[in-house]
């Protein structure tokens, strides 16, 4: 199995894990920092995902990391990712002095990632503002997709007010963004996945 398809499969088995964690204790989640701390503690697990490796520039770092920078081809900042796996072989963490290039923007270039996760928590609001909240959030890491094919996109939603989305609701996200894996739960203990 390619390390690619090994991140991804770590970072499913992880997804899964914590939107069962949810259901069975969603009270244990203050945060949509809560829930990305808990699913970096589950995926930091994983040897493929905690051993350090090599950079382009020597130094060692760890595939997996928060707060990933994405830009676009211009090398304009667009969007930031909560989670993101790395190839450490293809960074350069600019240990070397540069003083010219994206290294201004951001301190480090990464232009092979595995997947990006964006997680969300709904805790306040009615459905139709939540659905809007979590399709952004859709169509940021569909857009970032453009200018990375092979990026796994996941995009998660843990929903504390317990709506329900209806069987039609949740197709048609899948089939408007069959690019990005999907995941609802609610503190009712349901889940659903799609495109997953």
């Not at 009270?27 to 490796?53: P, T």
């Amino acid at each position: 199995m390619s390390r690619r398809l090994d991140f991804v499969k770590t970072a499913k088995a992880c997804i899964k894990k914590l939107a069962s964690e949810f259901t069975s204790n969603p009270y244990n989640f203050f945060s949509e920092s809560d829930m990305k701390c808990r699913l970096y503690k589950l995926m930091f697990q994983y040897r493929n995902i905690n051993k350090l490796r090599p950079t382009k520039d020597g130094k060692m770092i760890h595939p997996l990391h928060s707060e990933v920078r994405y830009f676009n081809h211009d090398g304009r900042l667009l969007y930031q990712v909560d989670l993101s796996a790395v190839f450490p072989e293809s960074t350069d963490v600019y240990s070397k002095p540069k003083t010219e290039g994206i290294k201004l923007a951001k301190g480090y270039y990464a232009p092979r990632c595995t997947f990006a996760i964006e997680l969300k928590l709904n805790k306040r609001y009615k459905k139709r503002k939540m659905l809007d909240l979590w399709e952004k959030d859709m169509k940021k890491l569909s857009d970032i997709r453009t200018r990375n094919p092979s990026l796994v996109c996941f995009c998660i939603l843990f929903d504390k007010k317990n709506q329900i989305l209806e069987a039609n609701e949740t197709a048609l996200l899948g089939t408007k963004y069959p690019g990005i894996e999907l995941v609802y739960a609610n503190a009712d203990g349901y889940i659903n996945y799609m495109n997953f």
